[in-house]
């Protein structure tokens, strides 16, 4: 992204903000006391309007329990959550988990679109099949169970539940991990292109510092709950402060 762009973005609204965020999850105690374990510490964050935010950090470190709170799956303990849109829609790490393997695609797709409202039949099965091209999936793949899909192919299945829901905010909990690099590369590239096409924006979760630096405008760094760097990827990965940046960069080459 070039510097443009990234001013302005840095002038854009934000779609989500959370303030001070504590949170973590209560575990059993003597005599019914359960005594609290915090996960986040104090975590604070933008992601702004049309700005794809990534989110780095070892496993463990509380990057899904983020996701949880951001969803209101999970109550924070202290802090604020602010989000702006919509509930943010969810791209999964494993696809197959999230799709029902007994319903054929056109099916699984025409759900959201039950969600939102859309009664008429005929309406659900134009938009599918629109939704479906835009993802880059041929319409053979509406009779076609998650089961008889690749892998590439069910993650643009799930990113098209997802756009049928219309979201202007969405989670992309590390989406391409499971795939090979070549497909990897087509799907940062249908997220970026989609992003372009719908005015998106994405917290985009990763353990891959290349990933992020091939797709992300800014970069938070996370480590044991704690955000210990924040800014553009092309500040942090040039000149990263914190020694767990340096560490986890020093991985990566």
Do not use: W
């Not at 975590?43 to 309007?49: E, T």
């Not at 983020?66 to 924070?76: D, E, F, Q, S, T």
């Not at 690749?150 to 202007?168: D, E, F, N």
């Not at 800014?218 to 553009?232: A, D, N, P, Y």
């Amino acid at each position: 992204m070039n510097g443009k762009n990234v001013a302005a973005q840095q002038n854009a609204e934000p779609v989500l903000s959370l303030r001070n965020v504590t949170a973590g999850y209560r575990e059993g105690g003597l005599f019914g006391k359960r005594a609290f374990r915090a996960v986040l510490h104090d975590v604070s964050f933008d992601v702004r309007q049309n700005e794809i935010l990534g989110l780095v950090g070892e496993s463990g470190t509380g990057k899904s329990t983020l996701a949880r709170v951001i969803l209101g799956m999970l109550k924070p303990e202290s802090g604020e959550v602010v989000n702006r849109t919509e509930r943010p829609q969810m791209i999964f790490q494993d696809p197959y988990s999230s799709l029902n393997p007994a319903y054929p695609v056109s099916r699984i797709l025409e759900e959201p679109l039950k969600l939102r409202g859309v009664r008429d039949g005929a309406e659900r099965r134009r938009e599918v099949r629109e939704t479906l091209g835009r993802v880059g999936l041929p319409g053979e793949c509406l009779t076609a169970k998650p089961s008889e899909l690749s892998g590439g192919q069910r993650q643009r299945v799930c990113i098209a539940a997802a756009l049928l829901r219309r979201p202007k905010f969405l989670i992309a909990d590390e989406p391409v991990s499971a795939l090979d690099v070549t497909i990897q590369a087509q799907i940062l590239a249908l997220l970026k292109s989609l992003r372009a096409e719908f005015g998106l924006s994405y917290l985009f979760i990763s353990h891959d510092l290349n990933v992020v630096y091939q797709l992300c405008d800014r970069v938070l760094v996370m480590k044991q709950g704690r955000v210990v760097e924040e800014g553009t990827v092309a500040e942090v990965f040039a000149n990263p402060r914190a020694a767990y940046t340096r560490e986890l960069l020093a991985a990566a080459e």
